[in-house]
């Protein structure tokens, strides 16, 4: 049945935590919703096709305008003219032709001049040489077409091949130079279709400008020269084709970019301006639920942070609720001043965001939980930041103050310590001022924009001012989640150590000697613990009041036991041992009365674990009767954390050797390991996180402060002795 019952209770307990974690989840996904929602809702502009606007409209996105791209491209094509090419095997081709019809004509004559010698041989060995007759022009141009090619002897006139058939192989050479010389000339140049006749028109000047030709075979060469020249450009699709290419390629695609003026006031909305309005979703559109989603998918990958961050990270249930109740507060009230201020910006405040507080919460958080939470809850900022901030323009990111607040958080994080003090705070506030001074120029240089001396100046004092706030804001408010959440900082423990606090009061006033030995253990727990790197702090300020519950019967403790009996001698040792346990919980139970920090309360309980009272079990054992060991045991609970095991070893170590009677260095070191070394044989310290190590630093430590509190002095004689002694 009481199984049933607490099975009931811890699934109730359960049930309860998760649906506060939903409640807090589901309250900063709300609130991180809602005050960006303003700055990603698309604006709705009822302007009309040819009316004229009544305000400068900027585009809110940076998107490609692909039919002015395509339109651009298709322009770029059309401006690529045809690529022609200059064939130059066809001048050589025209050259060669031109110098064989010459030399064909040269070989007719000479083999109608070899025919002629040959029938006159002939002629002479048979006295005939009367008959011979030489053939005429029309058989030799007969016999000359005979060895050119149709196309030749059709395009070439027959009076122009008649007039060359006359003349000697000397002046056939002559002319087949300047005629070649002249073809080549020209048909080294581009001949296109359209230009031939130009051509023909060059070579026929050429030749009629050359000397050493008589008329007739002038004529000839003018007209073989005309008939050489044909066109030698043309048109090349290929290397067309690739040009038209390259020129689209090279087009660059259009964009309108996030913060373009797309129309200015009073200017009249052409067709392709009210385009451009549709395509960045400054008109009804059927995309304007994508910013709602892409604001969505932010808000919940905070809360995906803050899970991991928080949640994750420690197994503790309480641990976990108490952090996210905190940073749930922070980051809300945060959010909510950044919202405030960037509401200003609709009052052409447009850099009125570098003023805010951004290392508030960042040092809070750094102060009351740890610095990898910290460092969330600055990447958060810093993106709520590029948002709210986005100068009044929807959908675009104010990358600027994005920077500033992460630069500010960092510097927040990077010159904290957590052992500061509230100067120490307002002393970091001014390192980031200083930081975000430097963030500022950076951000106005790198604009490369031209400022007046007042306008740095505003920049500077928002940059000032917003340090210095984070600082007051933070040692105003972290008070107030100390007391709220019971969570026990460097500054509590500070004020708790204070003297006229009244518990240390009543210690002092009502138990002087627990008073004086809690100060001894404070100074050794604290030093042992600094060596290891836990809260000396901490362990200092326990020690004070380690001991409070031996206020309500300090005469049964032998430090408080001046000048009189030892009342334990007049009491059975049950007794003995009820009033001697009873000190660690009725002093966890006086300080809950005053609402002390949990970890206070945890060490006056914890000190002593679950160790045995050696002396009054054996003087029970010695009475005879049935004893217990369990009987005579603290109740505990053993030592949680590092501070209480450290503190509970110090305090034995301190009580041991105030024992002895002028204690050696070999006394103090053997006393020291004795006391390590029956704490681990009886498991006092199985549930902390002490490593053995850990304890030889402990140890050490320990050894090295109390050889310099009993250190050896001098021996002064006793002056009353001297006086006698002289007499």
């Known amino acids: 049945m009481e199984t049933w019952q607490w099975l009931n209770k811890q699934t109730s307990k359960v049930m309860n935590d998760t649906l506060l974690k939903i409640i807090l989840f589901l309250l900063i996904g709300i609130v991180l919703f809602f005050t960006m929602y303003g700055n990603v809702k698309p604006e709705k502009l009822n302007v009309e096709l040819f009316s004229v606007a009544d305000q400068t409209i900027r585009s809110p996105i940076t998107i490609e305008d692909k039919i002015s791209t395509e339109k651009k491209k298709t322009d770029a094509i059309n401006q690529v003219q045809d690529v022609y090419v200059v064939n130059k095997e066809i001048a050589q081709n025209r050259v060669d032709l031109i110098s064989s019809i010459f030399d064909s004509v040269t070989e007719v004559n000479n083999e ?293 607040i992460m630069a500010g958080g960092l510097s927040g994080i990077l010159f904290l310590n957590k052992k500061n003090q509230r100067s120490n705070i307002l002393r970091t506030g001014v390192y980031i001022s200083f930081v975000n001074i430097i963030t500022i120029l950076s951000i106005l240089f790198l604009q490369n924009g031209h400022y007046e001396a007042k306008e740095f100046g505003i920049y500077m004092l928002m940059a000032v001012i917003s340090g210095v706030i984070s600082a007051v804001l933070t040692i105003g408010t972290l008070p107030i989640f100390e007391a709220g959440f019971g969570i026990l900082s460097t500054m509590k423990l500070i004020e708790l150590s204070n003297p006229n606090h009244p518990l240390l009061k009543k210690i002092l006033t009502e138990a002087p000697g627990t008073y004086h030995h809690s100060v001894m253990v404070a100074n050794l727990a604290e030093s042992a613990c600094e060596a290891i790197g836990a809260n000396g702090l901490l362990a200092r300020v326990g020690c004070y009041y380690h001991d409070i519950g031996k206020t309500k019967r300090p005469q049964f403790f032998i430090e408080n036991q001046m000048n009189m009996g030892n009342p334990h001698d007049r009491i059975p040792a049950q007794a003995s041992k009820n009033i001697i346990i009873a000190h660690a919980t009725d002093g966890a139970q006086l300080l809950r009365k005053y609402k002390m920090p949990k970890e206070i309360v945890d060490i006056a309980e914890q000190h002593h674990g679950t160790t045995l009272l050696k002396y009054f079990y054996f003087k029970a054992k010695e009475k005879g009767g049935e004893v217990k060991e369990a009987d005579f045991r603290y109740p505990g609970p053993k030592a949680q954390s590092r501070e209480v095991a450290i503190i509970g070893i110090a305090d034995s170590v301190e009580a041991a050797v105030r024992s002895l009677n002028s204690p050696t260095t070999g006394q103090i070191d053997a006393l020291i390991k004795n006391i390590i070394a029956d704490r681990l044989q009886d498991g006092q310290l199985d549930e902390c996180d002490l490593t053995l190590k850990e304890l030889e630093v402990v140890r050490n430590t320990l050894s090295e402060t109390l050889k310099g509190i009993f250190h050896s002095r001098i021996e002064y004689p006793d002056m009353k002795k001297v006086k006698e002694e002289a007499e």
Not at 135 to 164: C, Y
């Open 112 to 404: 109608v001049e070899k025919e002629m010698q040959e029938k006159r041989k002939k002629a002479e060995k048979e006295n005939k040489s009367g008959s011979i007759k030489e053939p005429t022009i029309d058989e030799k141009l007969k016999r000359l077409k005979g060895k050119l090619t149709q196309e030749v002897s059709n395009d070439i006139m027959d009076s122009s091949l008649k007039a060359m058939l006359p003349y000697s192989e000397d002046n056939l050479e002559i002319a087949k130079d300047i005629t070649v010389t002249a073809i080549h000339t020209v048909m080294n140049g581009k001949i296109p279709s359209d230009e031939v006749e130009n051509a023909k028109k060059r070579v026929e000047d050429y030749l009629k400008s050359s000397d050493g030709l008589n008329s007739d075979l002038k004529s000839a060469s003018i007209d073989l020269g005309r008939f050489a020249i044909i066109q030698n450009e043309f048109y090349d699709p290929t290397a067309t084709e690739e040009m038209r290419q390259q020129a689209e390629d090279s087009v660059e695609p259009v964009r309108v970019l996030q913060g373009q003026i797309i129309v200015e006031e009073g200017q009249l909305i052409s067709r392709d301006i009210h385009r451009q309005l549709g395509l960045v979703g400054l008109l009804d559109s059927d995309n304007s639920i994508q910013p709602f989603l892409g604001l969505c998918l932010i808000v919940l990958a905070f809360l995906a942070l803050v899970y991991f961050y928080l949640i994750r990270r420690t197994a503790k249930e309480e641990k976990n609720i108490q952090s996210l109740i905190m940073v749930s507060i922070i980051l809300i009230i945060t959010i909510l001043l950044m919202k405030t201020v960037s509401i200003f910006q609709q009052f052409e405040y447009t850099e009125i965001g570098y003023i805010f507080p951004a290392a508030m919460a960042v040092m809070l958080i750094k102060l009351l939980l740890d610095e990898k939470s910290a460092i969330m809850v600055t990447i958060i900022l810093s993106i709520c930041g590029m948002i709210m901030f986005n100068e009044g323009i929807a959908n675009t990111f104010n990358v600027k103050m994005g920077i500033y």
